[in-house]
């Protein structure tokens, strides 16, 4: 079983990861690094004026910077795989019924746990912008995505008004508590490349992490018609 397991997760990791990889450079890699141009000072931006076109291409290509890129992605959607799959197990354990259709909506939840809850009160922030302390905002982002995970996970299998009130509790717990924040807001980089980048890396990680759900459901089905398939010694 644990073998079936990895085997689902790493296809589905590296597949995921491969297509958020070029998602990102093609998307949301330029966008950062016009941002790091005003970081850096290379580009001063006066009110609503900048001295580069928004749409311009910045950086080019970098072989080594954009191989590691596509790495580290299937690195990391692998290890989301290896959680995700596990889940699928579990709740199949349960009676739900697991394959790419239903991974769709897996991918759905898991966007929704890991990138749309944090990101709802600590959203995406490009370099240069004014921000508070990195582990306080660290322990914050885990506990939201917990929490929202959690939630999620009552909301489907939960059979009682009150694991989905309990649920209602732990998606709104960590937006009024509020994330960490500066004491005052401010930074180089223009307003519109900020909500540019938001934006697409909220899009990014939401295609990702539906064709994580749909890959992952495919090769955990497929694995498990295959072990249904051998005939016990």
Same mark, same amino acid.
């Given at each position: 079983m644990f073998t079936r397991m990895l085997a689902s997760a790493l296809f589905a990791?590296?597949?995921? $990861?491969? *297509?958020?990889a070029l998602l990102q450079l093609w998307? /949301?890699?330029?966008?950062? %690094?016009h941002a790091e141009l005003y970081e850096t000072g290379a580009?001063?931006?006066?009110?609503?004026?900048?001295?580069?076109?928004?749409?311009?291409?910045? $950086?080019? *290509?970098?072989?080594?910077?954009?191989?590691?890129? /596509?790495?580290?992605?299937? %690195?990391?959607?692998?290890?989301?795989?290896?959680?995700?799959?596990?889940?699928?197990?579990?709740?199949?354990d349960r009676g739900a019924r697991i394959d790419a259709r239903n991974g769709l909506i897996w991918g759905l939840c898991g966007f929704v746990a890991v990138h749309l809850a944090p990101g709802f009160t600590l959203a995406p922030e490009v370099p240069g912008v004014a921000a508070a302390d990195v582990g306080a905002r660290q322990i914050w982002w885990?506990?939201?995505?917990?929490a929202a995970a959690a939630a999620l996970w009552l909301i489907a299998f939960g059979r009682n008004w009150g694991t989905w009130a309990a649920a209602i509790v732990l998606l709104l717990a960590p937006h009024v508590i509020g994330a960490p924040e500066p004491d005052v807001l401010t930074?180089?980089?223009?307003?519109?490349?900020?909500?540019?980048?938001?934006?697409?890396?909220?899009?990014?990680?939401?295609?990702?992490?539906?064709?994580?759900?749909?890959?992952?459901?495919?090769?955990?089905?497929?694995?498990?018609?295959?072990?249904?398939?051998?005939?016990?010694?």
């Open positions: 990791g590296v597949a995921a $990861g491969l *297509i958020a998307f /949301v890699q330029p966008v950062l %690094l580009l001063v931006h006066f009110g609503s004026a900048s001295t580069v076109p928004a749409h311009q291409d910045v $950086g080019g *290509i970098d072989p080594l910077r954009d191989g590691l890129s /596509v790495l580290f992605a299937m %690195l990391v959607y692998s290890g989301y795989a290896l959680i995700l799959v596990p889940l699928m197990a579990l709740a199949q885990f506990a939201t995505v917990l930074g180089p980089v223009p307003t519109e490349i900020g909500a540019l980048f938001a934006a697409r890396a909220f899009g990014v990680g939401m295609a990702a992490w539906v064709m994580l759900g749909g890959f992952a459901g495919y090769f955990w089905s497929r694995e498990m018609r295959a072990a249904d398939a051998v005939p016990a010694e």
